[in-house]
């Protein structure tokens, strides 16, 4: 079976960024993706706006912290995980997120952004041939799970 999913689009807010009491930094974005999409009935582009959350544990969290803002470009690759939990009312609530395990910067670099070349998160670097994105290398494999019964035990 396959979890997997793939979003370009724009950061909405500055991201959050924490760190937990055993010093793992986490960090959760918004991310806008559009599609366009043409009705041949009227001869109009419509534009549909996804709103996406994303979560980034460890290296990518420290790497978000550092050069992602509202309007960065990312590339995220990651799984959709769903978590319940029951509210103050007594009601059944459900979260649908992203967790990331890739991302790259994309679009033009401002002055402060990410280098041109890799940001390693693991001990090996990886090769970077792409002339406008900075490469981000993936997450380690292990993370964290995050429980499921209550979005207050979330650090955000």
Known sequence: ??????LVGNVGLDPEVRSLES???VARL???TTERIFD???????????WHTVTLWRG???????YVRKG?????EGSIHTREWTDKDNQKRYSTEIVANEMKLLGRRPDNAAPQHSVPVQPQQQPSNQPQSATVATAPAATPQVPNDNPDDLPF
């Open 72 to 76: 960065s470009q990312l590339y995220i």
């Open 60 to 66: 990518l969290a420290d790497v978000v912290d550092k």
């Open 40 to 50: 041949r009935q009227t001869n109009e582009s419509k534009e549909l706006t996804e």
């Open 23 to 25: 010093g793992v930094k």
């Open 30 to 32: 918004r991310l806008a």
């Open 1 to 6: 079976m396959v979890n997997k999913v793939i």
